[in-house]
């Protein structure tokens, strides 16, 4: 069974610009949430789609915005890039909603690079 | 304030030992999760807590609701243990993360 799938695995932006990232879950989940990983602020959760719609956020600016598509996969978009956003971005699957799920299946990341 | 503190931050062990990695949470929980991530950053989920005690081969993860406190054991270290340990509390609609421990176990 194929696990979760994120791409592009690296990019470089330069401050202004925006980026779109894509998650693949695994066949049959409902749920991605997506997370950013900073050396200074470590984890931190960005939000939770489900059904196409978005069931959770963090706290983050209105720059960070998601879809979920039919299929259950998801992007993330970042407008308006900043220094600050290079950061690890994953993903995660799992089968339920994130309140009642008992696993989560993380991607391998996106590692996003601004100039 | 860190929602969620883990303690420590930095663990030397040496193959065999027993290990015990501890988080603190100062907010209201539905859940508990203990994350492992490698060098190169794949993050592998060990275990969802609401309550008491779970065992996974050599990984014990307790959780103490009325203190808020939840510990990941280790029995039997081995190198290839040798990773960060993350605690994530969700409250429901929010994750909170500690900043990881990061492990070592020498052979």
């Known amino acids: 069974k194929a696990g979760v799938t994120q791409t592009p695995r690296y990019l470089i932006k330069t401050r202004g610009q925006q980026v779109t990232l894509s998650c693949s879950p695994i066949s049959g989940h409902r749920s991605v949430s997506w997370y950013q990983q900073t050396p200074g602020q470590g984890l931190q959760f960005l939000f939770e789609?489900?059904?196409?719609?978005?069931?959770n956020k963090g706290n983050f600016p209105g720059r960070f915005s998601g879809r979920q598509f039919s299929n259950s996969r998801s992007e993330m978009n970042v407008s308006t890039l900043e220094l600050g956003d290079s950061a690890l971005y994953l993903c995660?699957?799992?089968?339920?909603?994130?309140?009642?799920?008992?696993?989560?299946?993380f991607g391998e990341g996106s590692r996003l690079t601004v100039l | 304030k860190n929602e969620v503190e883990q303690s420590p931050q930095n663990l030397t062990a040496q193959e065999g030992e027993f290990i015990t990695i501890n988080c603190s949470y100062s907010?209201?929980?539905?859940?508990l999760h203990w994350l492992q991530q490698h060098p190169g950053g794949g993050i592998v989920s060990l275990f969802m807590l609401s309550s008491g005690k779970k065992k996974h081969g050599r990984l014990i993860a307790t959780i103490n609701i009325q203190e808020k406190h939840s510990s990941l054991h280790i029995t039997a270290s081995h190198p290839r243990d040798s990773a960060v340990y993350i605690c994530?509390?969700?409250?429901?609609?929010?994750?909170?993360f500690g900043t990881g421990t990061s492990l070592t176990v020498i052979p």
């Open positions: 995660a699957s799992s089968l339920a909603r994130l309140w009642n799920t008992g696993e989560l299946f």
């Open positions: 994530a509390a969700f409250t429901g609609n929010q994750f909170y």
């Open positions: 789609y489900f059904s196409e719609t978005q069931r």
């Open positions: 907010v209201g929980i539905s859940a």
